[in-house]
């Protein structure tokens, strides 16, 4: 050891602790990312689901039929909210229903939504997998 590096603290203890402290580090940084890697590997597959609003026909003042596709696998049961609205966007009406397992990926469906008022449309608002 030079009289500088015992001057300015570089000793040979002090390079063991740096060394010790970069390996404990290390050994951290890689447990963390191997743990990660087995959370996100062992997570649950999650279903590809989709909605999509196709039209909606005003019927009367207390009516409103919402024509819209779902996009899942085949044979999956779903179930969707479909709301309307009149102009001020305010929901008037709400229907919560359960579509049967679908023989193919997209398949259509037509809902008809009471309403407490006139809507000027009709939608999709979400579908889930129970």
């Known amino acids: 050891m030079t009289h500088l590096e015992a001057r ?5 203890a002090r390079s063991r602790r740096e060394r010790l ?3 404990g580090v290390l050994v951290a940084i890689l447990l ?3 743990l ?9 597959e999650s279903t590809q689901l989709q909605s999509r609003d196709i039209g909606m ?4 003042d207390s009516r409103v039929e919402v024509v819209f596709e779902v996009s899942v696998e085949p044979g999956t049961v779903v179930e969707c909210g ?7 966007y305010g929901i008037v ?7 049967p397992p679908a023989e193919r990926f997209t398949s259509t469906h037509v809902v008809e939504v ?6 000027t449309t009709g939608l999709v608002s979400e579908c889930w997998v129970p």
Request: a negative charge; aromatic letters at 12%; hydrophobic letters at 45%.
């Open 8 to 12: 300015y603290g570089r000793t040979p």
């Open 21 to 23: 402290l970069g390996v």
């Open 32 to 34: 963390g990312a191997t």
């Open 36 to 44: 990660w890697v087995w959370w996100v590997g062992t997570e649950q």
């Open 57 to 60: 026909t005003i019927v009367d």
């Open 82 to 88: 479909v709301e309307a609205l009149n102009t001020a």
């Open 93 to 99: 009406g709400w229907v919560q229903l359960e579509l």
């Open 114 to 119: 009471r309403t407490s008022e006139l809507a």
